[in-house]
Structures are given as C-alpha cells and as structure tokens.
Nanobody, 119 residues
Framework: QVQLVASGGGLVQPGGSLRLSCVAP????????MGWYRQAPGKQRELVAA???????NYVDSVKGRFTISRDNAKNTVYLQMNSLKPEDTAVYLC?????????????WGQGTQVTVSS
C-alpha cells in the first residue's frame, strides 16, 4: 500500500509562515505530479498548488505570491512554503501524487495536516 506522509501544519498568527512537507515512496515520486490540496469545514476540496514531474507549477489565484511549491527528488519530498498566511487559509492540507500514462494511472493521498491561522 502506497503511503504519503504529510507534516508541518500547526497554529500560526495571521501574517505568519509555515512549511508543509510530504514524503512519498521513491518508487513513484520522481514520475508523479505532486499537488497540495486543502479542505475547510463545509467547503469543497480545492487544489492549492501543483508541480509536475518536469517542474511546471500552478497555483490557485488566492495563494499566488504567497505560497511556493517545490520538490526534492533526492528526498522524495514535496514542500509547500506558505507565507503571509490569512485566516481564510485555515484548512486541512493534503498532498497528492498523480500519474497517468497509456499503461497505467494512480492517485495517492496523504493523511492531511491541519493548518490554523488565527490570532
């Protein structure tokens, strides 16, 4: 069973920063597109940031200029650096590893890490 392990969440004041990490198995990491999603109570899960295996990135408009996704293929880890945090960023953040080709497809999820932005 493939497991992604996310960490780094916590309680932070508005304007503060956090860095989330997600470790994936080496057998899938380097060829997977990696994404960070979030889900707040009563809201739909949304894609916050993603990075393809080739290094291309995309972000939801609400976090552009504040969040940065990066990956370290040597450590099988994807990061989400979150700066200038706002109360509306409060949510459970989940990482995802996705791959699709003619011969197969997968989508694996981590367990989620809570981010709370509050004074």
């Amino acid at each position: 069973q493939v497991q992604l392990v996310a960490s780094g969440g916590g309680l932070v004041q508005p304007g503060g920063s956090l860095r989330l990490s997600c470790v994936a198995p080496g057998s899938i990491f380097s060829i997977s597109d990696m994404g960070w999603y979030r889900q707040a109570p009563g809201k739909q899960r949304e894609l916050v940031a993603a990075m393809t295996s080739g290094g291309s990135t995309n972000y939801v408009d609400s976090v552009k200029g504040r969040f940065t996704i990066s990956r370290d293929n040597a450590k099988n880890t994807v990061y989400l650096q979150m700066n200038s945090l706002k109360p509306e960023d409060t949510a459970v953040y989940l990482c995802n590893a996705y791959y699709r080709s003619r011969i197969g497809e997968w989508s694996y999820w981590g367990q989620g890490t809570q981010v709370t932005v509050s004074s």
